[in-house]
């Protein structure tokens, strides 16, 4: 198994891959008391590590528990207040299948932060946005879905 980066590997990398085997555990004779039928838990037993770039052996059909760790460079965190801070707002919009996840937080009437993954075609945009405290009340309706639908919005 391998991990990859997609999409902005020029701002994360894989730093640790810990792979852990579900293991089904019967546990019914350590239970106190009467109960009924067999009792299991899910045990998490260590199946191997990579550094995201190295494979490592699994078998088929194992049921893996995944925790990967990602280095982060600190000048590739989002702009602004993307955590929405008190009397802000957020809009959110998350596309599994098309792997896209936009975070916008709003406060006093004006883009305050931006988190993108996946699509990040419109990062300077918002950025501009951020910077310059343009209002956004006549956009905001459309800005989530970027500039030229937000601009031609505006426009009308």
């Known amino acids: ?3 990859s980066i997609t999409s902005g590997a020029n701002l994360f990398a894989v730093a640790n891959i810990q792979a852990n085997n ?3 555990e019967d546990v019914s004779g350590e239970l106190p008391g009467p109960h009924h039928g067999p ?3 899910w045990q998490i037993v260590p199946a191997g590590t990579g550094n995201g770039t190295t494979p490592f052996a699994l078998q088929k059909d194992q ?3 995944l925790n990967v760790t990602a280095r982060v460079p600190l000048n590739s965190i989002p702009p602004g207040d ?3 801070a008190e009397g ?3 809009i959110v919009l998350s596309d599994v299948h098309h792997g896209t996840y936009k975070k916008l937080v709003i406060a006093e009437g004006r883009l305050t932060g931006a988190v993108l993954i996946g699509d990040v075609g419109d990062a300077l945009w918002y950025l501009e946005l951020i910077r310059s405290r ?3 009340l006549r956009i905001r309706a459309d800005m989530m879905f970027g500039r030229s639908l937000a601009i ?3 426009a009308a």
Do not use: K, N
Request: glycine share 4%; net charge negative; aromatic share 12%.
């Open 39 to 41: 009792a299991f838990v």
């Open 134 to 136: 343009q209002p956004t």
């Open 88 to 90: 802000s707002e957020s």
């Open 1 to 3: 198994m391998t991990a």
């Open 152 to 154: 031609r919005s505006e």
């Open 22 to 24: 579900l293991e089904l």
């Open 82 to 84: 993307f955590t929405g």
């Open 63 to 65: 049921l893996l528990y």
